[in-house]
């Protein structure tokens, strides 16, 4: 079973220019995050879907973060204009939601950003 | 979602084993504990939870206090390949409820 696969694995750009991050999940699983990992920190939540809803954008940066989710599977996030503190690691995670199912999230590999 | 306190490291002899603590002394009635672990250029794994019984997995057991106030992972036979960072998350049950990650602990297993 294919995992939760992410483009790029590394960016480099400077500072101004826009970037974005390709997220495709678990065949199947109706919800994706979007985390936030700096270094030497556990990931934060930007943001999560439930099909193709964004139910919690809540800690997304809205002046420059942007995120949709096609059809409710394959997702997309970008930032515009990109900040020097924007170099982080991105994660995009799945997992499926069902009655009496617990918070069992499948995580990519991330995209390393970083911003000179 | 209550709050957990993790130690930032902690070593382990390969073959032995290895017991990660976590304090959570505010979780209410109907959160669960959950174990994730990230190994290094990796997303992180799910790998345990429990809400007051103890758990056993493949990979793991979780033993959790009659209190509820703290929890340790209990890795019975670490190997190399188990050097991560281990957070350890105070969670509703379902994905509505939001993964809050901490700074985890980073166990290092040597040979």
């Known amino acids: 079973e294919a995992g939760v696969v992410q483009s790029p694995r590394y960016k480099i750009i400077e500072k101004k220019q826009p970037v974005a991050f390709w997220c495709n999940p678990i065949?199947?699983?109706?919800?994706l995050y979007w985390y936030r990992q700096n270094l030497g920190q556990g990931p934060e939540l930007l943001i999560r879907?439930?099909?193709?809803?964004?139910?919690?954008d809540s800690q997304l940066p809205k002046d420059r973060f942007s995120a949709e989710r096609l059809k409710g599977v394959d997702s997309t996030l970008k930032i515009q204009p990109a900040e020097l503190g924007d170099s982080a690691v991105y994660l995009c995670?799945?997992?499926?939601?069902?009655?009496?199912?617990?918070?069992?999230?499948?995580f990519g590999p991330g995209t390393r950003l970083t911003v000179l | 979602d209550a709050k957990t306190t993790q130690p930032p490291s902690m070593d382990c002899a390969e073959g032995r084993a290895a017991n990660l603590p976590c304090n959570h002394s505010t979780i209410s009635g109907n959160e669960y504990v959950y174990w994730y672990r990230q190994i290094h250029s990796q997303g992180p794994q799910y790998i345990i939870h429990?809400?007051?019984n103890n758990e056993t997995n493949e990979m793991a057991s979780l033993i959790i206090t009659e209190d509820r106030k703290s929890s340790t992972l209990i890795l019975p036979h670490a190997t190399l390949r188990d050097t991560a960072v281990y957070y350890c998350i105070v969670s509703g049950r379902s994905g509505y409820s939001t993964l809050t990650f901490g700074k985890g602990t980073m166990l290092l297993v040597s040979p």
């Open positions: 879907y439930e099909n193709e809803e964004a139910v919690d």
């Open positions: 065949s199947g699983h109706n919800t």
């Open positions: 429990g809400l007051k």
């Open positions: 995670a799945s997992s499926l939601e069902s009655t009496g199912g617990y918070n069992e999230q499948f």
